[in-house]
Structures are given as structure tokens and as C-alpha cells.
């Protein structure tokens, strides 16, 4: 079946710092989506990407819909302690909805 | 406006128990799935639902049970827990089957023993 890979597994940073992610697939995704899950709560969309090599910002949080419509990247400007949480990339291809593994993002301040 | 609410929030059970999670949601969205979460493996789709009297096997069906009776609910049963369904488990539901922006519950934490 279709998979997503998503890197970093982990991130440990400052306060301040930006970060950025990605994830990549052997096959090719009509849409591409970000979520972020607290701890303890259920995943909330960040940002939709629709169209390939789109750019779409959301506050500090940018994210890009790769060109070969195989890869998406987040970056997060400037974070802040309540940027922690789990980023999970997912990619739909027709009906189907594929979730990446997920970045563990911490902040510390 | 509550959007999709999961009960319970945690549940331990031992093993061959049988047990319903419960979720509900006010947005009257046609499509719901269920998805449970496991360390390093993201979020894998159990069983969906395209609208009321409509459900379809997802990525990880076996030993999961659901109906979709009304469009606000859809429950998701345990027939013989086994320890390999610890997991957290998330409700999500959307306008319809080709929205791809999910509105997910806020989890139910299963331990089976």
C-alpha cells in the first residue's frame, strides 16, 4: 500500500529556533495535509495543499506542496513552547487518505 | 458546538472482554471513521462510514465491529479484546467522503491486559 515517510521521527529545540520537517512518498498525492496533536487530544488540521508546488502559510507555520507531487515540507518560524506536539503529515490519492509516522516536535524554553 | 466527542477517555480491559467506544458528532457530517495510533506507526484506518447504513473496512479491520445507525453516531465494538488492541483510538468526521479535512475526537486511551 501507499506509504508516507516522515523525518524527523524527533526534534528537540530551543525556543526561538525554527524547524522544519518533511515527508515523502514513493507515490503520487493529489492533496497534501498537516496536523498537530497536543498531548493528550486528537489531531487538529493545520494546513491543506491542493495544488503542486503550492506555498501556504498559516502565522508561523509554512508548508509547501512539492513539485513532483510525492513530498510536502512544514517549517515553523520562531517557536514557542506551545508549538510542542506531534506534526503528522497525510497525502490523499483518489479516495484514500495515507497518515506519515509523525514528528515528535519539543521545545524547550 | 461540541464537534466530535469519544467516550470513554480511558479504558482497561482484559483480554476476550468485550466493550463499545462511543462517538458522537454535531456537525452533521456524512462521512466518520475510526483510526487508532500506535508509536511509530501513525494513525491507521480501522473502519469508515460514508453516510447513515453505510460502513467499509479500513486499513486494520480484524477484531473491530462498527454500525452507523443515524449520522451522529458511530460506534466502534471490541468482540474479544486482545493485547494487541492497546492502543489510542480517534473518532474523526468530515463534510463528506471526498473532504479530506478531518475534525478528530479527542481520543480513548485502551489498555487490554
Known amino acids: 500500500g501507499q506509504q508516507l ?15 522544519s520537517m518533511n515527508c515523502t512518498s514513493s507515490s503520487i498525492f493529489n492533496t497534501w495535509l498537516w496536523y498537530k496533536q497536543d498531548p493528550g487530544e486528537g489531531p487538529v488540521l493545520l494546513i491543506a495543499l491542493y495544488k503542486a508546488g503550492e506555498l501556504t502559510s498559516n502565522g508561523r507555520l509554512t508548508a509547501q506542496f512539492g513539485i513532483t507531487r510525492k513530498d510536502s515540507f512544514l517549517n515553523i518560524s520562531a517557536s514557542i513552547p506551545s508549538d510542542v506536539g506531534i506534526y503528522f503529515c497525510a497525502g490523499t490519492s483518489g479516495s484514500r487518505l495515507t497518515f506519515g509516522e509523525g514528528t515528535q516536535l519539543t521545545v524547550n524554553p | 458546538n461540541a464537534g466530535v466527542t469519544q467516550t ?4 482497561v480491559l482484559k483480554t476476550g472482554q468485550s466493550m463499545t467506544l462511543q462517538c458522537a458528532q454535531d456537525m452533521n457530517h456524512e462521512y466518520m471513521s475510526w483510526y487508532r495510533q500506535d508509536p511509530g506507526m501513525g494513525l491507521r ?42 492502543s489510542v483510538y480517534f473518532c474523526a468526521s468530515s463534510y463528506d467522503y471526498s473532504n479530506e479535512k ?12
Do not use: C, W
Open chain 2, 8 to 11: 470513554p477517555k480511558f479504558q
Open chain 1, 5 to 19: 515517510n516522515q523525518s524527523p521521527q524527533s526534534m528537540f529545540i530551543q525556543e526561538g529556533e525554527d524547524v
Open chain 2, 45 to 86: 484506518l480501522i473502519h469508515y462510514s460514508v453516510g447513515a447504513g453505510i460502513t467499509d473496512q479500513g486499513e486494520v479491520p480484524n477484531g473491530y465491529n462498527v454500525s452507523r445507525s443515524t449520522t451522529e453516531d458511530f460506534p466502534l465494538r471490541l468482540l474479544s479484546a486482545a493485547p494487541s488492541q492497546t
Open chain 2, 102 to 113: 478531518l475534525f478528530f475526537g479527542s481520543g480513548t486511551q485502551l489498555s487490554v491486559l
